[in-house]
């Protein structure tokens, strides 16, 4: 299975193998993730894009028992960070690594922070914890971290309660909580949603500035392909909860090998031709993934498929250096099917 451009495997932060996640229902069960497999790189920004549904979440979830369980179980895989397989941890171990090797920002901040705590006291809790602080240390280092996602008056701000501020900077504080104990990788589901456009560019402006400083492995999840194309190195396509297609930014977005790649792309508001024209849309509903997937999960949506669609699920295979695609058709083939047909 292809994972992407290594570039050596000592350098990935993260190598994630064959994961398969299924949640169990009333209904049946609800087979999530199938078959996932990518790495991270340190210093690498891994964009995660993909319709509602498509396993991007719950991946990122599974992979440091996130997810609560029952109903969640984590069927098979490897997770391994710097080497350690995650999934084989101890539940101690999972808790060192939550907040202090792996570093999460949720979509809603609001949610996310507990209303009945001030800001410096979720702040310092993880530092306390995994970085054996005292009192006095740990405020210092939170309103150094406050300070660093751009919160002004930083220390006076560590007593105020989570709806005391503004949508934009209860993010920042998510931001500071997740980079709290200075981890190796950083996780960011959607840290952008439902903000406007200015307090989203800072934001933006702020993780890609700590990522150039703390040189942590970031993976972004995001609906929003513009702000992919603006600061991933590779991005990783899911569709049915698995990878359809993964390249580096400038690939994927100038020669998309995927049906489903080159649908998502066509629906990107575009500020140039007739005011009339339409914003195009994917026909049909995702999948529903009450079994791991034995046909290519994008066929009935798909305006090439072929019988061979409905047999197989199409693995991903190389069609370029560092690109990799899962689909059968001939827009898609792969560099030995190439080599093959010039012979």
């Known amino acids: 299975m292809p994972q992407g451009d290594t570039g050596g495997q000592a350098q990935d932060v993260l190598d994630v193998r064959d994961l398969h996640t299924v949640f169990r229902t009333r209904s049946g069960e609800v087979h999530a993730v199938n078959s996932v497999s ?111 996602v751009g919160i002004p008056g930083a220390a006076g701000r560590l007593g105020d309660y989570p709806h005391q501020f503004s949508g934009g900077m209860r993010q920042r504080v998510m931001i500071a909580i997740a980079l709290a104990c200075d981890p190796k990788l950083l996780i960011a589901d959607e840290p952008t949603t439902a903000l406007d456009v200015t307090i989203q560019a800072q934001i933006l402006e702020i993780i890609e500035d700590l990522r150039q400083k703390l040189g942590m492995a970031i993976v972004w999840i995001t609906h929003d392909l513009g702000v992919v194309a603006g600061i991933a190195d590779r991005v990783l396509v899911m569709y049915g909860g698995q990878v359809v297609e993964q390249a580096p930014v400038h690939p994927l977005f100038n020669d998309p090998r995927h049906p489903y790649t080159r649908a998502l792309l066509k629906t990107v508001p575009s500020v140039s031709g007739e005011r009339a024209a339409k914003l195009q849309v994917i026909a049909g509903q995702p999948p529903i993934l009450g079994a791991a997937p034995s046909a290519c999960p994008f066929r009935d949506r798909c305006p090439l498929v072929f019988d061979r669609c409905h047999q197989q699920n199409p693995p991903r295979e190389l069609v370029a250096p560092g690109h990799d695609a899962a689909c059968f058709h001939p827009s898609a083939r792969t560099e030995r099917e190439m080599a093959e047909a010039s012979a």
């Open 38 to 148: 990518f790495n991270v790189r340190r210093g690498e920004l891994l964009g995660v894009v993909g319709e509602s549904g498509s396993g991007k979440s719950v991946t990122m979830m599974s992979l440091i028992g996130l997810l609560p369980s029952p109903p969640a179980e984590v069927r098979s895989g490897e997770v391994l960070l710097d080497g350690e397989d995650l999934l084989k941890a101890s539940p101690k171990r999972l808790r060192e690594v939550r907040g202090g090797e792996v570093g999460f920002i949720f979509q809603d901040p609001m949610t996310s922070l507990n209303p009945v705590f001030n800001v410096g006291f979720q702040i310092m809790e993880p530092i306390r914890r995994h970085m054996g602080l005292n009192k006095r240390q740990a405020r210092d280092r939170a309103v150094e971290l406050l300070d660093l």
